[in-house]
Structures are given as C-alpha cells and as structure tokens.
C-alpha cells in the first residue's frame, strides 16, 4: 500500500530474471515503475542479446539524466513511447540525453495504444519481449490480449493490506475463467521461492 516493492524475491530468483533478461530482444517498463524502482533493465552479466529498454509514458516525464536508465545508457538503448500530444519541449529534452521518442496513438483515456508500441517492436524485429511493470502496466497488457506467456516468481513473504495493489490491475474478467487460461504450467523452486512458468491461452 506504501508503494515499497524492492526485493520481494530471492537473489537467486533476481538472477534467474537477469539470465531471462539477456535472452531478449526488448524490455518494456512503464513511467511508474521508473519512478517507483529506478531500474536498469540491464542483464548482469551480460547475455546473448542487449534488449532494447523500452519505457511506455505518455507525457515522456518520467526520464531524466539521474535516473538508472540513462545513466546506463552506454549498456543499451532505450525507446521511450509518448502520446501524439506529448511536448515539442519533452521530446527535445528525451532525445538531448540520448533517448529515442516514438510518438503512439492513444486511447480515448489519454493511455498509450500497447498493441501499437508491439507493432513498432515487430518492425524493429523484437519477437522475445519481456515486461517487467507495475499492476496498470500488465493489467491493460493482459486485458489487450498481448501476453503470451508468464513467469511468477512467488516469496514467502505475506504483506497483505485491503489498499495495496494487486500483482495485475486493469478490467480484469469478469468471473473466474471455466478453463485454466494458463497452460503447459511449469513449476520449479528456487531457494524458498516459487517460479511458476506457462502459456497464455487463447
């Protein structure tokens, strides 16, 4: 409920998520987790790929030159997704530190169009995206249909609180699915965690 959200998970469940990130080909966040967490979005160590480091933030504020992405900007580049109305001023200032804009239609709520930014991705040739976001983020992913597979890291760590915010915001259904809409389910543990990998069904 505070917003406190650093290491829920285990070290060794963090290096499994650095090893997943160096497989990708883009990392998608959004403008509250850069805010909130400060990430990096980096694989350490590096692995195969550099992802592209893509911050989706309609208005382009929440970057500047003291935050952990563009200080790290010599590990990979960034793309930050705006609105169409985003500042003549916001852009010019992003791509003064080095920051590649792309302007994205929006919905009638003033959000950014996700299926957009993955049709930008498909032409730069990201087919292994991964995000790591807050609950909007992967709420209006999954309401949009554009997951289609998950990886749950689950920590022995009870918080609770009728105010905090659930792991996947957005509309969400309406009643609990009659078939699982996760399948192909993998299980593994990680220390005292749990690592619960499947597929999104359609």
């Not at 554009?146 to 969400?172: C, K, S, T, Y």
């Amino acid at each position: 409920r505070t917003g406190h959200s650093k290491w829920i998970s285990s070290e060794a469940s963090r290096k499994i998520v650095h090893q997943l990130r160096g497989r990708m080909d883009a990392i998608i966040t959004g403008a509250g987790t850069v805010r909130c967490d400060d990430p990096k979005l980096t694989a350490r160590p590096p692995g195969i790929r550099t992802p592209l480091r893509v911050v989706i933030d309609a208005d382009g504020a929440s970057l500047n030159a003291d935050t952990n992405l563009i200080k790290s900007l010599a590990d990979g580049p960034i793309l930050i997704c705006v609105s169409e109305s985003a500042s003549t001023h916001e852009v010019q200032r992003l791509q003064s530190l080095g920051v590649e804009v792309f302007h994205c239609r929006t919905s009638d709520a003033g959000r950014i169009d996700l299926s957009a930014v993955m049709e930008e991705l498909g032409r730069r040739k990201c087919t292994n995206v991964l995000t790591e976001a807050g609950s909007e983020l992967l709420g209006s992913l999954f309401d949009a249909s554009l997951v289609d597979e998950v990886h749950v890291f689950i920590a022995p760590r009870f918080v609770g609180g009728e105010n905090a915010r659930p792991a996947i915001a957005g509309m969400g259904t309406a009643s609990i699915p009659e078939m699982p809409n996760v399948i192909n389910v993998r299980q593994s543990f990680i220390g005292d965690d749990v690592l619960i990998e499947g597929d999104v069904a359609r």
